[in-house]
């Protein structure tokens, strides 16, 4: 696990959810090849939706830009090794 390492670039999340989305990137990290964003991002994506409900939204990767609405309180973007995610929950407006 590359558990102490990430780096938290921006976010409104609590502590703890932070902590779980370091995780399960972690957890993710070391079931597919770094190589594999999509299975990774689905990972993270599916272990949200158990443990907060459904409607999380997940992009892994090394270069990327979006633009997002999203519900307060569940966003997350941290780099973790060469990678970055973006973690949040979608919003209607």
């Not at 390492?5 to 990137?25: F, G, L, N, R």
């Not at 992009?59 to 569940?74: A, I, L, Y």
Request: charged share 20%; hydrophobic share 40%; proline share 1%.
């Amino acid at each position: 696990m590359l558990e102490g390492i990430a780096t938290i670039k921006e976010t409104d999340m609590p502590e703890k959810m932070q902590t779980q989305a370091v995780d399960y990137a972690s957890q993710a990290l070391d079931l597919y090849d770094v190589s594999d964003c999509i299975s990774i991002a689905t990972h993270i994506k599916k272990e949200f939706d158990k443990r907060y409900g459904g409607g999380w939204q997940c992009v892994v990767g090394s270069k990327f830009g979006c633009f997002f609405t999203h519900t307060r309180g569940t966003f997350v973007y941290f780099a973790l090794g060469t990678l970055n995610f973006l973690i949040f929950k979608g919003s209607s407006s």
